[in-house]
T-cell receptor
Framework: DGGITQSPKYLFRKEGQNVTLSCEQNLNHDAMYWYRQDPGQGLRLIYYSQIVNDFQKGDIAEGYSVSREKKESFPLTVTSAQKNPTAFYLC?????????????FGPGTRLTVL | DAKTTQPNSMESNEEEPVHLPCNHSTISGTDYIHWYRQLPSQGPEYVIHGLTSNVNNRMASLAIAEDRKSSTLILHRATLRDAAVYYCIRHLGSQGNLIFGKGTKLSVKP
């Protein structure tokens, strides 16, 4: 079964802690993305990567970090510098970043800061 | 602003066609129009995309205006499973990123 997996589904964090969200894809896609979604809002791009060992900031990268050491994996770390981290986090991948390329989304991780 | 304009919500009856409008008046020649839909607490799902010509697939049809400043997603026979938030998105040709707005929440009545 090809697709994108995210773990965990729910994550609770105490203030001041860093947490890492996992994203894995077995679609052999070059491009991967992280989005954040707040209640009643659309998705906002945090980071994206076009190729292994390369990634770029999206619209709201402050307080987040990523790595792309393997083609199939793109973990997101939410650092203590992120002021309001409670949100629904979505990972996606696409073959490339062309206008014809479809993005495939994972099921998401809901992060709550206690 | 790269975001599109969509109605906040629409209602449809089951088994009737649904036309979801979208305005993208600032679109450039290399931008594709993508439609995704999202069920509560799930990731968005791709529906359809196009550049200039009308497009059809098993899920829906996409009608793009001749001047490309607007488009319409057509669900030919709405089912209860089609109830979702539908996003009309400009896929920026120069950046390759999807710019999501708030979308249209579609309700389907039995």
């Amino acid at each position: 079964d090809g697709g994108i997996t995210q773990s965990p589904k729910y994550l609770f964090r105490k203030e001041g802690q860093n947490v890492t969200l996992s994203c894995e894809q077995n679609l052999n896609h070059d491009a991967m993305y992280w989005y954040r979604q707040d209640p009643g809002q659309g998705l906002r791009l945090i980071y994206y990567s076009q190729i292994v060992n390369d990634f770029q900031k999206g619209d709201i990268a402050e307080g987040y970090s990523v790595s792309r050491e393997k083609k199939e994996s793109f973990p997101l770390t939410v650092t203590s510098a992120q002021k309001n981290p409670t949100a629904f986090y979505l990972c996606a991948s696409s073959r490339k970043r062309r206008g014809t390329d479809t993005q495939y989304f994972g099921p998401g991780t809901r992060l709550t800061v206690l | 602003d790269a975001k599109t304009t969509q109605p906040n919500s629409m209602e449809s009856n089951e088994e009737e066609p649904v036309h979801l409008p979208c305005n993208h008046s600032t679109i450039s020649g290399t931008d594709y129009i993508h439609w995704y839909r999202q069920l509560p607490s799930q990731g968005p799902e791709y529906v359809i995309h196009g550049l200039t010509s009308n497009v059809n697939n098993r899920m829906a049809s996409l009608a793009i205006a001749e001047d490309r400043k607007s488009s319409t997603l057509i669900l030919h026979r709405a089912t209860l499973r089609d109830a979702a938030v539908y996003y009309c998105i400009r896929h920026l040709g120069s950046q390759g990123n999807l710019i999501f707005g708030k979308g249209t929440k579609l309700s389907v009545k039995p």
